[in-house]
Nanobody, 116 residues
């Protein structure tokens, strides 16, 4: 079965950095684009970044462009999200996502808190 397991969240001060990771299993990882979403308290879940199956194609939301970098390692079935210059408004639960056969699969999420 498809499993997505995120790690790397935590508490960081404004301007700091964090690196999130997502380990995938149960499907042919190299065949699918992968995404990071986030959900802040009281807000809808929003798309943060997408990476194509080969890693060459990437997309970022305007709110994180220039600060976050998505990457993948198909040999390890992992995707990462390097987050720099973190802001208070980046505080959220971050989720790894795979859309496979018309179904959205989600990890359990990892909390990122940006606070002084």
């Amino acid at each position: 079965q498809v499993q997505l397991v995120e790690s790397g969240g935590g508490l960081v001060q404004p301007g700091g950095s964090l690196r999130l990771s997502c380990k995938a299993s149960g499907f042919t990882f190299s065949s699918y684009a992968m995404k990071w979403y986030r959900q802040a308290p009281g807000k809808e879940r929003e798309l943060v970044a997408t990476i194509g199956n080969s890693g060459w194609s990437v997309y970022y939301s305007d709110s994180v462009k220039g600060r976050f970098t998505i990457s993948r390692d198909n040999a390890k079935s992992t995707i990462d999200l390097q987050m720099n210059s973190l802001k208070l408004e980046d505080t959220a639960v971050y989720y790894c996502n795979a859309y496979i056969n018309a179904y959205d699969y989600w990890g359990q999420g990892t909390q990122v808190t940006v606070s002084s």
